[in-house]
């Protein structure tokens, strides 16, 4: 009787421990599932950033049409041209057919203006356009410094700034054909949600705009949106911004749903019945053993 205790309670010891290992490493493994999979969602939102900006670069930007004098602004704009819209209205417009007001008033409602967007101020459109939009997966642009004081980092994206830069330095500058933001990214959980950064990389056409203040286009030194003391010095090459990424970590089920493909979830069920099995087993030894012979005769 002695060793059938001995032995189920062995059997009991073990099969608790390993249930144990398995619910601990089972949720730890769940987690680092759910994790890694808004990991991949959020590069996926980052790369479709980094896709609008280059997009927008190889027209150097958009111009947004509106037609009037009434016309309502576009969203920010750098700059803007004003056009006739009909041959003749250019003298209207220009007040050398004085008394003609009704033509005047005509001119006015066909004139056509086209607001300058640059490639990054379609990007920040685009993620004001998920957010009003109540997408899922929010994202904004950001930098050490910059222009649009709205635009200023907060404090993971300072955390994430400070973290990219040490990892460029630690690489240095990378020449290939892999991305030169590749592998300069940051991300950590907080409050439900999965905070994510990756670098944004500085470009000729970036110079334009960010080389010195002294080299500055004039319409972002006059234009007040755009004056907010910072947003220079970019080098080529070097990382001078980022993407940060917002997104709400999913439910593990959700995620389980997704990854595992059918026949998983029968091996999972099997598992668990053999532990299930495992345990009655050694229950069933340890009761035999604890009810002694004369219980059994």
């Known amino acids: 009787m002695a060793v059938s205790k001995v032995w189920g309670w062995s059997v009991m010891g073990l099969t608790a421990v390993m ?15 759910v994790v890694a999979h808004t990991v991949s969602e ?8 980094e896709t609008v900006g280059r997009w927008a670069s190889q027209y150097g930007g958009l111009h947004a049409r509106t037609v009037g004098a009434g016309a309502g602004f576009p969203g920010s704009f750098l700059t803007r041209s004003v056009y006739a819209g009909a041959d003749n209205d250019g003298a209207l417009l220009q007040g050398s057919r004085a008394g003609e007001r009704a033509a005047e008033q005509e001119a006015m409602a066909r004139m056509e203006a086209y607001h300058w967007k640059n490639p990054a101020l379609i990007q920040r459109e685009v993620a004001d356009a998920l957010l009003a939009g109540g997408s899922r997966a929010q994202y904004r642009m950001t930098a050490h410094s ?8 907060n404090a993971f994206e300072k955390d994430a700034l400070q973290q990219i830069q040490a990892k460029f330095a630690a690489r240095g500058e990378q020449t290939g054909a892999a991305p030169a933001s590749q592998g300069l990214e940051y991300w950590r959980v907080e409050g439900g949600q999965l905070l994510y950064a990756r670098a944004v990389m500085g470009q000729k056409s970036c110079m334009t705009c960010h080389d010195t203040p002294d080299k500055a286009p004039g319409f972002l030194r006059t234009n007040q949106q755009f004056n907010g003391g910072g947003g220079f010095g970019y080098e080529v090459g070097k990382p001078v911004g980022l993407i940060s990424v917002k997104l709400p970590l999913p439910q593990p089920t959700e995620v389980l749903k997704q990854s595992l493909p059918q026949q998983a979830w029968g091996w999972l069920l099997a598992a668990a019945a053999a532990g299930v099995g495992l345990v009655l087993l050694g229950a069933m030894g340890l009761f035999k053993a604890l009810r002694g012979p004369s219980a059994q005769g």
């Open 146 to 153: 910059v222009l649009n004081p709205n635009n200023a980092p």
């Open 19 to 33: 249930g144990a290992a398995v619910v601990l490493g089972g949720k730890s493994v769940l987690e680092s599932t």
């Open 42 to 49: 959020s590069r996926t939102v980052a790369d479709m950033a």
